[in-house]
Structure formats: structure tokens, C-alpha cells
Nanobody, 126 residues
């Protein structure tokens, strides 16, 4: 099991930036896919980005089409931390953002992730 704690959310104007962090503990961080998901009120939790575990693929992150070219995810396996840099934020990016962990390859379905953080609120004003 992996314990995850997110931070970095807040209120920002449209066009602004935020960086979310997620610190992991409990198991070998580098062996886990680290995903970012978000959930807006009344909507289902959706995939945002994911960074592969160290042994899979080239390590290139995956992104949802809605955030491609605006969001960047990266991981620091020494600090056991994954980041989500969010630029050019839009009001439709408003949601609770969660980080999640799974072993194996990147998946886009939140049901495929076994460990979750508590979430951090991101609010983008128009």
C-alpha cells in the first residue's frame, strides 16, 4: 500500500498557473505508476495525467486531450514526489485533483488505481 498526500491547490484566475505535488510513502515509489485525476461537482472522476513507473516504456507521461500542451507531470524518485504543473488554466479545470498509484502500466480508468490521496481543490475563476 502507498500513502499519498497532495498539496498545492488553490484559487487562481483564468490563464494562471498552479503546481500540485503528491508525496508518497510506504512502498518503493519508483515501481508505481503515478496518476492524476480530477472530479468536478456532479461529474465522474476523470483521468488527467500519468507518469509511468521506472521500468515501463520510455517514461514519457500520458495526458488527457483536454490538458495536453497546458499541463505537465513529472516525478522525482528521490523525493518520492510527483508533480502536476498546470498552466493556462481555464474555469473548466475547476475540480478536486487527486493523485493515485498503481503497479504495472499506465491506465486511464480510475478503477485501476489502488491507492489514492485525499485530494486538493483547484478553483479557476473567469
Amino acid at each position: 500500500q502507498v500513502q499519498l498526500v497532495e498539496s498545492g491547490g488553490g484559487l487562481v484566475q483564468a490563464g494562471g498557473s498552479l503546481r500540485l505535488s503528491c508525496v508518497a510513502s510506504g512502498r518503493t515509489f519508483a515501481n508505481y505508476v503515478m496518476g492524476w485525476f480530477r472530479q468536478a461537482p456532479g461529474k465522474e472522476r476523470e483521468f488527467v495525467a500519468a507518469v509511468p513507473a521506472i521500468d515501463w516504456s520510455s517514461g514519457a507521461p500520458h495526458y488527457a486531450d483536454s490538458v495536453k500542451n497546458r499541463f505537465t507531470s513529472s516525478r522525482d524518485n528521490v523525493k518520492n514526489t510527483v508533480y502536476l504543473q498546470m498552466n493556462s488554466l481555464k474555469p473548466e479545470d475547476t475540480a478536486v485533483y487527486y493523485c493515485a498509484a498503481r503497479s504495472g502500466i499506465v491506465r486511464y480508468d480510475p478503477r485501476d488505481y489502488s491507492d489514492w490521496g485525499q485530494g486538493t481543490q483547484v478553483t479557476v475563476s473567469a
